[in-house]
């Protein structure tokens, strides 16, 4: 008994270091990751598209076509809009305003994205990538918000013809262009925000750009409320802004159906075509790349990401196109400068 009594107390003495050492082990990593974890230290890099890291020169070609086709699109409406006052009207300054936050989406992502392609320039600091996502997204949200407000000209126009100049004033569209700006950012600056008190444990994003989501799954830390304000954001802009378009299209419909002249009845139809196209780049893709993302495990990541750099894509290279063949206004203007170009 004398004998063994010191080997247990050796063995408890033994135990103790063990659980010192990794209490230390831990204190410091914990300390490594306060430090790192500063927005001033943080650096995130870009995986690009996952699985196809090799194929990003070639898939550089497409996303640069895309670059150039919006900013000569979405410029060119801005541009006809500026100079011609006949098209000073609530439905063009609307249609400006869309133009405006598609360019700055496209802005917000695309000169990163063909560095990470061209240049393999795969890093990025903590507050540009939280600057990144507040842009993205805000504008996402801004541009749902507009086309509600595009669904309510639509809706004065058909069914309120003789009184769509009072109501839709200047002044009433450059408030409708406030509320749609204030609610981008009261909706997204939170993320970044909330964003901020994690600690990071991952810094590759498997993304082409600072996605919400993607960004939180790098955290090691409590992520339940980034992700359920995430998911109320979602639900919120989509849910409500879809709601408030169908029924504003309902009416329409109602107004339309009641018209005697097929004449009439075409005529009205027309007017919201350009509209109900628009609506349907930008919510279909939307929809779809969330749905997978949340439902399509079986889908390769490549898949995921090339469908969520579409979403935002899409709508901005589709837009002066749809409203370029839809709208005659538009058109005539267009070839007007042509032939006084070629004159």
Not at 64 to 72: D, E, K, P
Not at 83 to 98: D, F, N, Q, R, W
Not at 185 to 212: A, G, K, S
């Amino acid at each position: 008994m004398p004998e063994t009594a010191p080997q247990t107390k050796g063995y408890h003495c033994v135990c103790t270091r063990a659980q010192v050492s990794k209490l230390a082990l831990t204190a410091s990593n914990s300390f490594y990751y306060a430090i790192v974890n500063h927005s001033s230290f943080l650096t995130f890099t870009l995986m690009g598209v996952p699985g196809l890291e090799s194929q990003h020169l070639w898939l550089s070609l497409p996303f640069s076509s895309m670059f150039l086709a919006i900013l000569i699109g979405n410029g060119a409406i801005l541009f006809l809009v500026a100079i011609e006052p006949t098209l000073h009207s609530p439905m063009y300054l609307l249609l400006a305003l869309l133009m405006v936050a598609d360019l700055i989406s496209t802005l917000a992502l695309l000169p990163k994205l063909l560095c990470l392609f061209l240049f393999n320039d795969r890093d990025i600091a903590a507050n540009a990538c939280f600057t990144q996502m507040f842009f993205i997204h805000g504008t996402s949200v801004v541009r749902s918000a507009l086309l509600v407000a595009m669904a309510f000209d639509r809706f004065v126009a058909v069914c309120e013809p003789l009184r769509y100049n009072t109501i839709l004033s200047h002044s009433l569209v450059g408030r409708l262009g406030l509320l749609a700006l204030a609610k981008g950012v009261i909706l997204i600056l939170p993320m970044p925000l909330l964003l901020q008190r994690l600690t990071f444990c991952q810094m590759v994003i498997p993304h082409t750009y600072c996605d919400h989501m993607a960004v939180v799954k790098m955290a090691c830390g409590h992520t339940r409320p980034n992700r359920i304000y995430g998911l109320f954001v979602i639900l919120l802009v989509v849910g409500l802004d879809l709601l408030l378009i169908g029924f504003s299209y309902g009416i329409i419909l109602q107004s339309v159906v009641r018209l005697n002249s097929r004449d009439a009845t075409c005529k009205a139809l027309n007017t919201c075509s350009a509209h109900f196209f628009v609506i349907l780049v930008t919510y279909v893709p939307a929809l779809f790349s969330s749905l997978t993302h949340r439902t399509g495990h079986n889908i390769p990541p490549h898949a995921h990401v090339l469908l969520a750099n579409l979403y935002l894509l899409l709508p901005s290279v589709l837009n002066p196109i749809i409203y370029g063949i839809k709208m005659k206004e538009i058109r005539h203007k267009v070839a007007k400068c042509l032939c006084r170009g070629s004159a």
